[in-house]
């Protein structure tokens, strides 16, 4: 089964053409101890896919199919979901609430991928392998560990 995995992690890896992202999976991709968690907040400034042709498009969905599969097989993946570009920003100014709506002519957030990866250059690793660099000109990714307990208290925030 192991190399099996493996097996399938480098015929993608080949296929993405990145090399760092494939050793970096087929070196430490299999691990079965605890692992710390990131989240990958995948941003684009305005509609980075709106120049691709739906043949392009096609292919860089099945591209991020592809990466999906190879984390979750491997232990990596928690969560990930593309986001709908409408939505509402709320705040809260001099306790007044006021709503808005996302602008999505400038840099949104359009998707996420929840990870586990043992320090945050394990997880940007795994962040340079997302098929939204290779297809979005404009990507950028932020890589933030998540906070899974409170120091002072002790509360340990619940998991999916």
């Known amino acids: 089964m192991e190399a099996t995995i493996l097996l ?58 592809d990466y999906i599969g190879i984390l979750q097989k491997v232990g990596r993946l928690v969560a990930a979901q593309p986001l709908i570009s409408e939505g509402k920003i709320i705040s809260k100014k001099k306790g007044d609430w006021i709503e808005s709506t996302v602008n999505t002519a400038k840099e949104i957030q359009v998707g996420y991928y929840h990870i586990r990866a043992d320090t945050i250059e394990d997880a940007i690793m795994i962040a340079k392998g997302n098929p939204e660099f290779e297809y979005v000109a404009n990507a950028s990714i932020e890589v933030r560990p998540v906070k899974s307990k409170e120091d002072q208290t002790g509360y340990l925030y619940p998991k999916g």
């Open 8 to 65: 399938a992690m480098a015929f993608i890896c080949a296929l993405n053409g990145d090399s760092d992202f494939c050793a970096y999976l087929c070196e430490t991709g299999l691990k079965q101890y605890p692992m710390n968690e990131f989240m990958l907040l995948i941003r684009n400034e305005g509609d980075g896919k709106a120049a691709m042709s739906p043949e392009q498009h096609l292919e860089f969905v099945k591209k991020c199919e």
